[in-house]
């Protein structure tokens, strides 16, 4: 499996480096360190749920993604903080958009608001395992599409 799809794969997750920074992962050692651990973090999900080229294949789409893919993404949330005892966490999620928008005070705005009407919105409640990753992520691309790493 490549870096690439590992790395996109965690993108799609976090939603975060390029389009929230709004500068290439190489400008920033920061956002390097975070695109390493990313990787990292990435390849750990895709072999934890024993993912496919097809399986990463549906995270080009919108979701609601199918089990194993929807796997992925809950795997990357709870690792990055998102989900914590199997719920969204606006707390956690904040915690992971601060540091690549804490220098654009309107970017790092939008991202409260997103969190907020996210954790109003995320289904808690009688979802089956890794439904919550579909959940989370619909959630944020409704209210931040330009975070929605389509190819």
């Known amino acids: 499996m490549c870096i690439i799809w590992q790395c996109k794969v965690f993108i799609?997750?976090?939603i975060l480096i390029q389009q929230t920074v709004g500068q290439s992962v190489h400008e920033s050692p920061i956002a390097s360190v975070i695109r390493k651990s990313?990787?990292?973090t990435a390849k750990s999900c895709v072999n934890h749920v024993n993912a496919t080229q097809e399986d990463l294949e549906y995270l080009r789409n919108d979701p609601p993604y199918p089990e194993k893919s929807?796997?992925?993404?809950?795997?990357?949330?709870e690792k990055v903080g998102v989900v914590k005892n199997n719920k969204?966490?606006?707390t956690g999620f904040m915690m992971a958009v601060s540091p690549l928008v804490l220098a654009k005070k309107s970017k790092l705005e939008h991202m409260k608001t997103v969190s907020e009407n996210c954790d109003k919105e995320v289904n808690h409640h009688d979802i089956v395992p890794c439904q919550l990753g579909n959940e989370i992520i619909t959630c944020v691309y409704k209210y931040a599409p330009e975070l929605h790493l389509k190819s």
């Open 12 to 14: 799609y997750t976090l």
């Open 38 to 40: 990313m990787v990292a």
């Open 70 to 77: 929807s796997c992925i993404i809950m795997c990357l949330l």
């Open 88 to 90: 969204y966490s606006k």
